[in-house]
């Protein structure tokens, strides 16, 4: 299992991810505003136990952000697109990096993947509307001297959308 370092009064301690660590994980994933009386319904242990264990998994870094998912009654008219990106065979590295620095700088940016096949990079980009697409991948793609082409895919419905990644026994070892 892997280890990490906790601080306890001032001091280092060793601790283990162990299967009520990762039931937590999980739980949190499904819901991040749990109450330590909600998710010690579901784990035995008693909710200053959880509480304690809760916040040493997000002191150690366990946890990288508590995050709040919109309702579809407020995105669900914004435009949402799949663009795959090759990049030039000889485009340097700090210009592909320099690429996904100014994705990852744009609030439309949800989602950079480098991704293996015909294609470099795969982004996912959430726009007001066309007009905003538009000049988004002008100033993004077009513009962008790393850029050999790109394709885009317009999402015509979402019918799931999640970050979670739900942890089993064994998974951290």
């Known amino acids: 299992m892997p280890k990490f370092v906790i601080q306890e009064r001032g001091r280092a301690v060793m601790s283990k991810l162990d299967a009520f660590d990762i039931r937590l994980l999980n739980l ?3 819901n991040a505003l749990a109450t330590a009386d909600e998710l010690a319904a579901h784990i035995p242990l008693s909710t200053s136990a959880v509480t304690r264990r ?19 009654k407020l995105t669900a008219r914004r435009l949402r697109a799949l663009v795959r990106v090759q990049v030039h065979d000889h485009a340097e590295e700090r210009g592909i990096a320099a690429l ?8 439309a ?8 096949g015909a ?19 002008e100033r993004l793609f077009q513009t962008d001297p790393a850029v ?15 970050a979670a990644v739900m942890l089993k026994p064994g998974d951290t070892d």
């Not at 809760?54 to 579809?72: E, K, N, Q, T």
């Open 28 to 30: 949190l994933q499904a």
């Open 54 to 72: 809760v916040r040493r998994l997000r002191s150690a870094g366990w946890i990288a952000a508590d995050v709040a998912v919109l309702a579809p």
């Open 100 to 107: 996904r620095g100014r994705l990852a700088a744009e609030d």
């Open 119 to 137: 294609d470099d990079l795969a982004v996912l980009i959430c726009a007001r509307d066309m007009d905003d697409y538009n000049a988004l991948a």
């Open 109 to 116: 940016v949800q989602m950079i993947l480098d991704v293996a």
């Open 148 to 162: 050999r082409r790109y394709e885009t895919s317009f999402v015509k419905r979402v019918h799931k959308q999640s």
